[in-house]
């Protein structure tokens, strides 16, 4: 995907190759110093919201309880609330959202086969960790936009809500049934890695966005950290 | 269920059992007789928009197209939004809508299990006979609550374009797909029968509910022919 551009310009005069500097040498990232192509932008964060809306439909349909049922079905609504917004802001900006999805379908869907698991609580944890990190993430990116988008982009990420409710209904499953904080903290770290290289699919294929790509090296740091957090917060260790 | 009384009394004074009228005698049938009790009308019919919700969560991960997507997900959040309306005016009502919609729960998800098909299309089917049939007859049985609230869900149920949606999926896959045209119209014709007993459990238990159910005969008599209607509009034999 060549989507990145430099705000200040195409400085063809600089060198297309140059030494890798290791993240630690990266004092500060200034995202706003990023610009996505907005059409892109829009079109991978549309699709990620319509794959949570798919899994957090999945955990609706597992739910035993109808109390786990209805939370589960209020987080469903908040993604797909948010899938909407952003294809109606493709709209806005004259594009086709089907056609500029399309292309972030394939990864998109092997991250969410990919973080599915093998019962529900799995499935829950596995939203939890993919959505905390790639909604700040795409939050964090959001901030390289033109300002009058960046501000409604900004409110449609912001809906919050999904979290809170995976988080619960974590928490109570792990309370109840010994054992099986264990198996979900290991879960946990093996759904990382695959998370971590959809937010990085943003940055990849333009000269600018290889540049890019050091500058964000201290955001995934971050992304990681937010994730231990969230991991904490469950009684498990990241 | 016991839940329905007729609102000009209890008329103790009539026969507890009177002869079946046959229902070509009952010349026109005045919905605002019957009442609903609110709260268990409620919460069948928030579960049954819940399931709807599910099923087309289903038709969203199993559709290919993003065109397909798009548009089943649309039509998921509209049967999601009426479940929360239809939750929340039980919570006006000062009940705990879980306990409310859970005796409900296993006969409706019996009905999504049966209609769920073997494949997207049967699915989509399922859904556009099951939602059309359910969602008319809860909207005339919501004309016998009292006016407020009667006001409040004849909005809800009210909220149109699911059927749309299915409408168009299917016919564009029976255009595209010869043969497919024969095998929905069998499988059309073999859910009206499950539909009808989940609307008959609504009226179900009670003594005045006997007396109703020879009086809304005509009305289920109505709901088959528009299912012909909803069949016909797709080319398909009801």
Chains 1, 2 share one sequence.
Do not use: C
């Not at 140059?18 to 964060?45: C, I, M, Y």
């Not at 993430?137 to 900004?154: C, I, K, M, N, S």
């Not at 294929?205 to 964000?216: I, K, L, T």
């Amino acid at each position: 995907m060549v989507f990145w551009s430099n705000r200040r310009g195409a400085r063809q005069e600089l060198p297309r190759l140059r030494p890798r500097v290791a993240p630690t040498e990266v004092a500060k990232v200034d995202f706003t110093e990023l610009v996505p192509d907005p059409v892109p932008f829009l079109g991978q964060a549309a699709y990620i919201q319509l794959e949570f809306f798919e899994s957090l439909s999945k955990a609706v349909i597992g739910a035993t309880s109808m109390h786990s049922k209805e939370r589960l079905s209020a987080a469903a609504g908040i993604a797909l609330r948010k899938h909407h917004e952003l294809i109606a802001e493709l709209r806005r900006l004259g594009v086709e959202p089907d056609e500029v999805m399309a292309p972030f379908a394939p990864a998109t869907d092997r991250l969410g086969q990919a973080t599915a698991g093998a019962d529900q609580y799995e499935l829950m944890l596995g939203i939890h960790v993919t959505s905390g990190m790639l909604d700040d993430y795409f939050a964090r990116l959001a901030e390289g936009l033109p300002a009058d988008l960046r501000t409604r982009v900004r409110s449609i990420l912001a809906a919050g809500g999904i979290g809170e409710v995976l988080d619960a209904e974590l928490r109570a499953a792990i309370e109840s049934q010994p054992g099986l904080a264990d198996r979900l903290a290991l879960w946990g770290r093996s759904i990382v890695g695959d998370t971590l290289l959809i937010a990085r699919s943003a940055l990849r294929g333009s000269e600018p966005a290889e540049r890019a790509g050091d500058r964000v090296e201290p955001v995934f740091t971050e992304l990681i950290a937010e994730h231990t957090r969230r991991m904490d917060a469950l009684g498990l260790t990241a």
